[in-house]
């Protein structure tokens, strides 16, 4: 179940990048304006 998400087999780089997204609440912050 690929859904896009760039996995490097660190399960500790899936995490931070899970917490990174969960932290942003405004698409704004993506920078997608």
Do not use: C, Q, W
Request: glycine letters at 10%; zero cysteines.
């Amino acid at each position: 179940a690929n859904g896009g998400l760039v996995v490097k087999r660190d399960p500790t780089e899936y995490i931070r990048r899970m917490r990174f997204h969960r932290a942003i609440k405004s698409p704004s912050e993506y920078g997608l304006t």
